[in-house]
Each structure stands twice: as structure tokens, then as C-alpha cells.
């Protein structure tokens, strides 16, 4: 059974850091992509970052560039997100997600993220 479970979200001040962790199990994942995600109330889910097992591709939402930086440790099926001058609009239910294809097929149950100002 695939698990993935996230932990680190909180409460921080605006212009503060945390950092998101997501614990993947119940298979292989070094042919997967990871990524982040993140929903604020009455929105919808929006891409964040992502990266893949295998070498050190990234990608991000232009809203998060140099801010946020997702890296991954695949000896311990790991992947963070660290984000850094945070923003009242950060605040949201962060999400880590796995794919193989094209399509995010594994989540995770989430974790809440708020930025105060």
C-alpha cells in the first residue's frame, strides 16, 4: 500500500521559514516524480514544485521561485520543500503527490500551512 505523509506545516510569522517533509513507502519510487502542491480555502489546488527521483530536475511556480526549494533523499524515499520568506498568501493545505507518467496518482493527506502577517 502506498503511503505518503507529510509533516513540518505550522504557524509562522510573514518573512519566516519552514520546512515541509513528505515520508514515501509501499514501493519503489526512483521512477517517479514528486511534487508539491498547496490549497488555500475557496481555491483551487495549485502546482507548487516538483522533482524527480532519478537525477536533480526541478521545477517550480513562478509564484514560489526563489523562495521555495524542493530537494529529495531518495536513501530515505524523502522529498522537502523548503520555503523561505513566507507570505501571507503562502497559507494554504500543502500536499505531496507521486507519479510515474503524466498524471499525479499517490497524495497525501496533507498539511496546513499558515502565514501570519
Known amino acids: 500500500q502506498v503511503q505518503l505523509v507529510e509533516s513540518g506545516g505550522g504557524l509562522v510569522q510573514a518573512g519566516g521559514s519552514l520546512r515541509l517533509s513528505c515520508a514515501a513507502s509501499?514501493?519503489?519510487?526512483?521512477?517517479?516524480?514528486m511534487g508539491w502542491f498547496r490549497q488555500a480555502p475557496g481555491k483551487e489546488r495549485e502546482f507548487v514544485a516538483t522533482i524527480a527521483w532519478r537525477g536533480v530536475s526541478t521545477y517550480y511556480a513562478d509564484f514560489v521561485k526563489g523562495r521555495f526549494t524542493i530537494s529529495g533523499d531518495s536513501a530515505k524515499n524523502t522529498v522537502y520543500l523548503q520555503m523561505n520568506s513566507l507570505k501571507p498568501e503562502d497559507t494554504a493545505v500543502y500536499y505531496c503527490a507521486a507519479r510515474a507518467s503524466t498524471k499525479y496518482e499517490y497524495w497525501g493527506q496533507g498539511t496546513q500551512v499558515t502565514v501570519s502577517s
Open positions: 509501499g514501493r519503489t519510487f526512483s521512477n517517479y516524480a
